[in-house]
């Protein structure tokens, strides 16, 4: 387990310039939230809610952190790793965020997914390193699993 | 089930532009590969390679289909998604792929990171029909899940 688990969820308190990097493996098991979708024109208060959003998420005990990416004019995929179910569960109960999951689809969303997955392995990667820092699940018959999963 | 799950995979050999859509909640379970990363400022070859892996995947029984975004100069997600383990597994063993990981970590990754994640439930959302279609698990007590997670 690397130190780099450690660091805060939210760099935003920081003055430095933070580099972009993904979210680490965690121990499993651990949950992923895939949410895939598709915005319409209308963005109007999109980013004020998701914002705020991301502020509450990281307020619920059990959130590992969140991964985004959006290519212009196409695609957005979020990820957010959860310790476990309840952690889910609180996240997906709070009134809040019900609001906003409902003003989403009548407004910003033209179509969306969402997959809840519990996470069995997984490993980090870092070109300075030169090595994999797997966090790899123990089959059944006691063997770990190579990384370079995917 | 609806019938937009029986769309072929591969939308490129279409002559008209296909809007861009998530790949569809399927029946749990299913695994989600989820990929994320922060290229190096090297991409020579990426293209290419990325575009036969691309079409590798796509010949795995049991490959579901896969999402990908990328923030311009920020972080790419892409989640692959599979049928079972075992289709996991064929993907993981294949020799071209472990070659094209192998040049990813020397030459474009500058870091990345791989879960490997049962889906346990899941839903789609479209806003020109105004409903989701869930594709809940059945919960041990037997009752079936709100959609909405996430």
Redesign the interface.
Known sequence: MSDHRMAPVDARASAEPV???????HEPPY????????R?DDDSGYGETAERMEDLVRGIPGFLGM??????G????T???FRDAAA?EQW?SDAEH?TA?KRG?EQW????????????????????N?YEDANSRVDGNGSRREP???
Request: a positive charge; aromatic letters at 10%; hydrophobic letters at 30%.
């Open positions: 580099p972009v990097r993904p979210v680490p493996a949950y992923a939230v895939v949410f895939t979708s598709v319409t991964d985004h990416a959006r290519t212009p196409g695609l957005s995929v990820v957010g790793y889910i997906r019900r999951q689809r969303y033209e179509r969306y997914t969402v997959h809840v997955a519990r996470v069995e392995r997984s490993h980090d990667y870092e070109h300075a030169g370079g999963d995917g």
